[in-house]
Nanobody
């Protein structure tokens, strides 16, 4: 089993900053990709940022220049730094990991429980 715990969400004003954290534990051999998605009310879930095991990153156009994804030193943690937040960034943010299972060495998709980020105008 792989467990994922997200933290860091909360109400923030326009122009403010937050840092989201996602920590994975359990039967992990390695983690290939770590990503953050978000889902705004009435909209589909969308990719915000992704980081590969080699450190390469990709960002949605809406996130470029404002958000930053990084991996923790322990490598089982991923962060999303949110800067210059706008009301349209209001959403539930989910972390997503592609984990190589410790025992089976198969690829497993793991989602966090989601953390709400409301941005007030």
């Amino acid at each position: 089993q792989v467990q994922v715990v997200e933290s860091g969400g909360g109400l923030v004003q326009t122009g403010g900053s937050l840092r989201l954290s996602c920590a994975a534990s359990g039967s992990i051999f390695s983690i290939n990709t770590m990503a953050w998605y978000r889902q705004a009310p009435g909209k589909r879930r969308e990719l915000v940022a992704l980081i590969y095991s080699d450190g390469t990153t990709n960002y949605a156009d809406s996130a470029k220049g404002r958000f930053s994804i990084s991996r923790g030193n322990a490598n089982n943690t991923v962060y999303l730094q949110l800067n210059s937040l706008k009301p349209e960034d209001t959403a539930v943010y989910y972390c997503h990991l592609v984990v190589i299972h410790l025992h089976t060495h198969t690829s497993v998709d793991v989602w966090g429980q989601g953390t709400l980020v409301p941005v007030s105008s």
